[in-house]
């Protein structure tokens, strides 16, 4: 499928897992079964730009380790398929855009006691199906089911836990 991930990055520097992120978010639209060629913005950047956009956006005081700002209201396990949803100039039916802390995944990598290409892969994959519906509001069915396939792709990815 020809989706496409619009990867940017207000960090000095260059940003090495750029190739990493696209291969984690493909893997979650295929996994989730998203038939229809799709777009997906993501910014990399640090705490203190999170939290910028963490107080603009959803008026929460504090840094984060991934924002997820779907396009549309999808429900779990039904991913957009018919492409009415599309850009008429693109033909790609745009998901929505995450932001994702660079800083506060390296500094959760070492917390964790994995690298950071697994919390970047999670934290990408964790923001694809926030995309497609999911949540975990509760402690209840919707986390476990979110947690489930987080994990299911992750582990397609090689990026387990172990």
Known sequence: MNHQI???SDLEGEFPY???LE???TA???AEG???PCEVDVLITDDEGIHQ???EQRDIDRPT???SFPMFNYLPGQPPADGADADP?????PLGDMVISLERARAQAEEYGHPVERELCYLAVHSVLHLLGYDHMDEGEEKAQMRAREEAILGKLGMTRD
Do not use: K, M, Q
């Open 6 to 8: 619009l990867l940017s």
């Open 18 to 20: 750029a190739a990493l």
């Open 23 to 25: 291969r984690a978010i």
């Open 28 to 30: 979650a639209l295929e």
């Open 34 to 36: 998203v038939a229809i």
């Open 53 to 55: 956009i963490n107080l």
């Open 65 to 67: 380790d991934v924002l």
């Open 89 to 93: 100039a693109t033909g790609l039916t």
